[in-house]
Every structure is written in structure tokens, then in C-alpha cells.
């Protein structure tokens, strides 16, 4: 079972994620690289979920951004959700993920895509969530364009009343979010 806990000294950040037998190896270049970087751990139901490292950028959506993400899970939502940028690169750098993928706009249907190379998601009417993720997790490296004051907010897509519904940002009682390093972010 996989348990959260803080990094000790001489530990490095991917040993401090979590602890299982099950876990991947640690990736000493980018230990090196993430131990001077700031971001943010999701965990739910005390599972590590997603880190995102700030390379670029403090997540406030003034400027061009560059984050390093480890997604160690699928999306649990019901709904797909959408972003606040009227587009979005990932590369993927190690592993693979699947996403399903909806857009309202174009009534195109829902569809699973499977991403192995990149993602060049546009539309900030366009919808999705992460429907599967390798056991080691997948490394992306994401760029976003900076926010612009027509770029539709975080939400969900409701497909029962086709609308989209926006984030409250209430937190959920299973999700637990931890803040790392120097810079203070923003998402």
C-alpha cells in the first residue's frame, strides 16, 4: 500500500512520493533537476495522483508556462473536464497514457486516444480525462499559452444535461494537496 509521507535528508524527491514494493526505481537526472523546483503533490484517497513541477511559470496564467508532470493515476471524476487555455502541449518523456476525449462543439462523440509521443489538446471548449496510466507512471513535459480573459474556466463537462459545469474548487474530502519549494504557485 502506498503511503505518503515527507522527504528525509539525503532522500531524494521520487523515494519521498511514496514508498511501495511496487514502486518505480528513482530517476536520478531528475531528482537532480526537481529537488531545486517548486509545485505541488496531489494525492487521492492518500494515493499519489500528480506532481507538477514549475519549470516556467507559477500556474497564474499570465505568461506562456512550462510544468514537468508525473501522473501516477487515471482522472476519477464521472465528468470530463476541461482547461482555462485555449490550448495545451504535453510531450510525453516516459511511458504512455489513454485519455477519452469530447467535444460538445463539433458533437464529434466521445473517443479514447490513446498517447505515447505528444498531446496538442485545442479548444477550450474540448473535454477529457486521463482513463488510463502504466503502473510506473508517466512523465509529460506541458507548455500552456497564457490565460486570455475569453478562456472558459475549469469545469466539468455534465453529459446527462449536456452543460458545462463550472469548478467550485470545494475541496474533496478524499484529495489532499501539498505545496513544495520557494516560488509561491497559483494552480
Not at 471548449?125 to 510506473?136: F, G, L, T, W
Request: with cysteine.
Amino acid at each position: 500500500m502506498r503511503t505518503k509521507h515527507e522527504p528525509h535528508p539525503g532522500e531524494t524527491l521520487s523515494e519521498a512520493t511514496f514508498e511501495s514494493s511496487t514502486a518505480a526505481q528513482p530517476v536520478r537526472w531528475i531528482d537532480r533537476i526537481v529537488k531545486k523546483l517548486s509545485g505541488k503533490r496531489i494525492f487521492l484517497n492518500g494515493k499519489p495522483y500528480l506532481t507538477r513541477y514549475y519549470l516556467k511559470g507559477d500556474g497564474s496564467g499570465r505568461r506562456f508556462e512550462l510544468y514537468l508532470h508525473f501522473i501516477q493515476l487515471k482522472d476519477p471524476y464521472r465528468w470530463l473536464h476541461n482547461h482555462p487555455w485555449p490550448w495545451f502541449l504535453s510531450i510525453v518523456l516516459r511511458g504512455h497514457y489513454a485519455q477519452e476525449v469530447l467535444c460538445p462543439a463539433t458533437n464529434t462523440g466521445r473517443k479514447r486516444v490513446h498517447v505515447r509521443y505528444f498531446n496538442l489538446f485545442r479548444g477550450k471548449n474540448r473535454y477529457h480525462a486521463i482513463s488510463d496510466v502504466p503502473e510506473k507512471g508517466v512523465w509529460t513535459l506541458v507548455l500552456v499559452p497564457p490565460k486570455s480573459r475569453r478562456t472558459e474556466r475549469w469545469g466539468y463537462w455534465n453529459e446527462e444535461d449536456e452543460v458545462h459545469e463550472p469548478d467550485t474548487g470545494d475541496a474533496s474530502s478524499d484529495c489532499d494537496t501539498v505545496r513544495f519549494g520557494a516560488k509561491r504557485t497559483f494552480n
